[in-house]
C-alpha cells in the first residue's frame, strides 16, 4: 500500500515563509514525477509545481521566484520551500507522485492546510 504524506503547514503571516514535505511509503520500487497542487473550498484544484525524476521543475506563474520545489530520492521525499507568502496562497496544499509499484500509478496525499494572515 502507497501512501504519501504532507507536513509542514500551519499559519504563517505575510511575507513569511513555510517549507512543506511529502513523504511517500510503502511499496514504492520507483517514483517518477511529483507535483504539488493546491485547492480553495468550493474551487479546483490548481497545479502549484511539479518535478522530474530528473529534477526538472515547472512552476505557476503565481508562484515563481517565491517557491522552489525539490526532491530527495534517498528519503522518497518532496519539498515546496515558499517564501514572500502571500494571503493568495491560502489554501489545502496536496502533494501529487506517480508511482511504480506493481505498476505506474497516480497518488495524491491528504492535504495540508497553509494560511497566510496577520
Known amino acids: 500500500q502507497v501512501q504519501l504524506v504532507e507536513s509542514g503547514g500551519g499559519l504563517v503571516q505575510p511575507g513569511g515563509s513555510l517549507r512543506l514535505s511529502c513523504a511517500a511509503s510503502g511499496s514504492t520500487f520507483s517514483i517518477g514525477a511529483m507535483g504539488w497542487y493546491r485547492q480553495l473550498p468550493e474551487s479546483q484544484r490548481d497545479f502549484v509545481a511539479s518535478i522530474t525524476s530528473g529534477g526538472s521543475t515547472v512552476y505557476a506563474d503565481s508562484v515563481k521566484g517565491r517557491f522552489t520545489i525539490s526532491r530527495d530520492d534517498a528519503k522518497n521525499t518532496m519539498y515546496l520551500q515558499m517564501n514572500s507568502l502571500e494571503p493568495s496562497d491560502t489554501a489545502i496544499y496536496y502533494c501529487?507522485?506517480?508511482?511504480?509499484?506493481?505498476?505506474?500509478?497516480?497518488?495524491w496525499g491528504q492535504g495540508t492546510q497553509v494560511t497566510v494572515s496577520s
Open positions: 501529487n507522485a506517480v508511482i511504480l509499484n506493481r505498476s505506474w500509478r497516480d497518488y
